[in-house]
């Protein structure tokens, strides 16, 4: 696992985001390396000096944000990964049963620290925007995005929502052009109103996301639609598939996802668990419909050696870096490289059911 | 029944007009009811509130609005020219008793690109623009002359990701060429039209046969069989037994036959007058040949075969977007993303236009590879090159899957306004678009094997769930 805050303390008195410096010309927003030996740095810059504790992570040119107050940085965007996300908020008014990040009532606002962070980014970076639901700060979130991308055209975002809040007014601001390089990651549960709102916990929910996506689609939104694998919504998959295929076609991805055994996953994780590969059949049949009717489907979260052969194509190493891990038997697999792994916080014993490839 | 309850249930009579026109047609298996967007369902016969029934899912704007998305999906747009069909000699070292080009003599002069009309092609190929191109050399024999096809490979401009398709006859394979097969950028492309002796008798001389089986051996020996492809020709009054001319494709190896029948056009035209009228026994021939695919693939599962036209037809049922296939497509635009150049110079819309006018029965060339197709002609044509507006397409619940060849309809009737239920493309495409309807609605574990294969699912074809 890899750590995403590290211990520090600067002479600063107040957070800022700087980019720690990996050798290119020093600017403002940079600081230089001053001083490097185990188990810590030391880094100069306009902001004053960092000094920042680390065991064996190698910080050079990540985007960081410092909060002297709290002796800590968090790395907002490490270079070279593909797997940073910035979490805008912890508030959220769905209460989806297996929520992997619960949501909080409070909200610290830190977008200030985000569009500096992003303007820092490597060159064609990914960045993943999360929550929380983002979009219940829709304005500030916007501007974020437009004001990133005006500057920075070659960055690109991928936004994780739960489509609550699109009215129609945004479909004319979703239109510019900048917007071709933001996709908006969208759970959908189920074709069946009530079991989707069932399990995003809110009611109404389902017919909302219906009248976002009007607007998203009128806007040539980019989506990628997301469902979390559950014993609830199982048997919805063949005919949401149908769903989707007869009234989303638009969708750039359908993503169908392992869970995570984190957040409220965590208390009910053995009766909300779709148990892979044993059950796998249950879910074949929705993924050869998406393939009959051209939908892009792929599989997140799931180990190869849980797909049938025939499917493997479809999944995707999905799990982020900082958060995956393998069973020991993984070093003998051949399909390691191309495999999603497990999450770091996967219960062992499920862990080490594996079948090396 | 999964999906049932949106079908029915969240109909709002007010939306109705949103919908794109909903189409019937009655199948032995019940009505297959159809939107513009080719969205289906398949209704029990004889059921009572058909007006009120609005069979495709989620019943709103988000419906309608993905319809838009779906008809306009389903529409072929006009890309850049992309597709080549070069012809730089006519002549040929066979003479088969129906080819289709008009062949010239082995000897024959003048009957190659000159070098000026080698200029323009060099001209047009090296002006390609776009991302990907398809150039295939048809003749006579492109074989004979390998030194223009090594010319056209070599103008290709870098960046432009060319494939390359050679058809031949596999007389003789020598040093010059086998460089050029050998290359990863090329597809060999030939006929072979049954067991050995029914391929003999079409084309004329067992000799010959016997070269062509031993360098077909030979190339997929070099290559395996996914370089090679393989067309039948197929004489409808006379087809080979499915099972011989399955088992000849499987002797090399193949699993994709594209059964076509002869065209009679050409020298074919002369050899078999009968021809116009014999619709109907291809039809039930092709039905006969996929019925034993089939049980075939069933009883030898690790072995599937496919027809190629009818997987084509299956993709367009299922998969919007499906528009690459120049025999099936709407709009089919003429001289627009693919065009015919001929040994000397003249552009044709299609090889069958090439055909028709070598044959002298209507001159369909729409200008030169010197001064360009951008003519009246072309444009003539393109009006005519569509299933929209037409009164029988309008309301026929195939049209979105379906497509337009006016260059058939000329070849038969030598004019495009015939109406449409009585050309035999049409005939012969409701016939293949019943039948294709009735596989998809079977319960038969067979069958879902097979349209699973052909449509390359990971597994068995899903039941499609019909409205009751
Ligand atoms: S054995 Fe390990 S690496 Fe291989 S597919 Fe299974 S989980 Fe992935
Ligand atoms: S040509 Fe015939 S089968 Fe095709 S859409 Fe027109 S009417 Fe239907």
Redesign the interface.
């Known amino acids: 696992m890899i750590a995403l805050t590290l211990p520090a303390a600067s002479d600063a008195d107040r957070p800022f985001v700087t980019r720690l410096g990996d050798g290119e010309k020093p600017a403002p927003t940079h600081s230089r390396l001053e001083h490097f030996e185990e188990g810590r740095s030391i880094w100069c810059g306009d902001h004053g000096l960092l000094e920042i504790f680390h065991a064996g992570e190698n910080v050079q040119g990540d985007v960081v944000l410092v909060e002297p107050a709290k002796g800590r940085i968090e790395r907002l965007i490490r270079t070279g990964s593909r797997h940073n996300t910035l979490l805008v908020t912890e508030q959220c008014d769905q209460l989806c049963v297996m929520c992997s990040q619960p949501p909080k009532k409070s909200h610290d606002d830190r977008f200030g620290h985000f569009t500096k962070a992003c303007m820092l980014a490597d060159e064609g970076t990914l960045i993943g925007i999360s929550g929380g639901e983002p979009t219940l700060h829709m304005e500030k979130l916007l501007q974020m995005i437009e004001a990133v991308l005006a500057r920075r055209p070659d960055l690109s975002f991928h936004v994780l929502s739960n489509g609550q809040h699109f009215t129609p007014e945004h479909a004319m601001r979703l239109r510019d052009p900048r917007y071709r390089r933001v996709a908006w990651g969208i759970p959908l549960y189920s ?2 109103p009530v079991r989707h709102d069932t399990i995003v916990g809110k009611p109404g929910a389902f017919e909302r996301l ?1 009248e976002s ?2 607007t998203l ?2 806007a040539g939104a980019r989506i990628e639609l997301r469902t979390v694998l559950l014993s609830q919504n199982v048997a919805d998959l ?2 949401l598939a ?2 989707l ?6 969708i750039e991805q359908w993503s169908v996802m392992g869970l995570e055994n984190a957040g409220f996953a965590r208390r009910n994780f053995g009766d909300l668990r779709v148990a892979l590969p044993e059950r796998f059949a249950e879910v ?2 929705a ?3 998406a ?4 939908l892009p489907v792929r599989l997140f979260n799931i180990p190869l050696c849980h797909v ?1 052969p ?2 493997r ?2 999944a995707v190493a999905s799990i982020s870096d900082w958060k995956k891990r393998f069973a020991s038997a993984c070093d003998e697999c051949r399909a390691q490289a191309d495999c999603s792994g497990f999450f770091e916080w996967h219960p062992q014993e499920l862990v080490d059911r594996v079948a090396p490839i | 029944m999964e999906g049932k309850g949106l079908l029915r249930s969240q109909v709002d009579p007010a939306l109705k007009a949103l919908r794109p026109g909903v189409r019937r047609r009655s199948l032995t298996c019940g009505v297959l009811v159809s939107d513009e967007a080719g969205r289906f369902v398949l209704e029990p016969h004889g059921l009572a509130d058909q007006e009120n029934l609005s069979p495709f899912g989620y019943a709103d704007r988000l419906g309608a609005l993905a319809g838009r998305y779906l008809q306009a999906r389903r529409r072929s747009v006009s890309s850049e020219l992309d597709y080549l069909i070069l012809v730089p000699t006519l002549r040929c070292n066979l003479a088969c008793s129906y080819c289709q080009v008009s062949r010239a003599a082995l000897g024959a002069r003048q009957h190659d690109w000159s070098d000026e009309t080698l200029g323009h092609v060099l001209d047009l190929v090296s002006g390609l623009r776009a991302r990907a191109v398809k150039i295939e050399f048809q003749g006579g024999e492109p074989t004979l002359r390998p030194d223009l096809i090594a010319k056209v490979i070599a103008a290709v401009p870098p960046g432009v990701d060319a494939l390359f398709v050679i058809c031949t006859n596999l007389q003789t394979i020598d040093d010059t060429i086998l460089a050029i097969f050998d290359r990863d950028d090329v597809l060999i492309s030939t006929s072979l039209d049954g067991p050995l002796e029914l391929h003999a008798r079409q084309r004329s001389d067992t000799e010959q046969t016997r070269r062509f089986a031993e360098n077909f051996r030979f190339l997929l020996d070099r290559y395996g069989p996914n370089k090679i492809s393989a067309l039948p020709t197929v004489d409808p009054s006379h087809p080979p037994r499915p099972a011989d001319l399955v088992d000849a494709f499987a002797a090399f190896g193949m699993r994709s036959i594209y059964l076509r029948p002869i065209n009679f056009q050409g020298f074919a035209r002369k050899n078999h007058s009968a021809a116009r009228e014999i619709g109907e026994a291809w039809s039930d021939y092709h039905r006969s040949f996929i019925r034993y695919l089939v049980e075939r693939n069933w009883q030898d599962r690790g072995r599937v075969f496919e027809e190629t036209y009818f997987s084509l037809i299956l993709r367009r049922i299922f998969r919007p977007g499906s528009n690459r296939h120049v025999d099936l497509r709407n709009p089919n635009p003429m001289g627009q993303d693919y065009i015919v150049i001929d040994h000397d110079g003249t552009a044709y819309p299609t090889d069958e236009a090439r055909m028709l006018t070598r044959a002298g029965i209507i001159d369909l060339s729409i200008g030169d590879v010197a001064s360009g197709w951008q003519t009246e002609k072309r444009a003539a044509l393109n009006a005519a090159s569509t299933n929209d507006g037409d009164p029988a397409c309008e309301t026929c619940a195939y049209k979105p899957f379906c497509g337009r060849d006016i260059v058939d309809d000329i070849s038969r009737y030598g004019t495009t306004s015939l109406p449409r239920h009585e050309t035999e493309f049409c005939r012969r495409h409701l016939a293949l678009f019943d039948f294709a309807f009735e596989m998809i609605h079977s319960d038969s574990d067979k069958t879902r094997y097979s349209l699973g294969h052909w449509l390359n699912l990971p597994g068995p074809f899903p039941r499609v769930v019909a409205v009751s």
Do not use: C, T
């Open positions: 074709s069946d219906m996506f009007v689609f009128r063949a005919p149908r769903f295929a007869a009234n989303l076609p638009q074949a049949p993924l050869d419909l393939v009959l009717h051209g049938p025939a499917y194509h479809l």
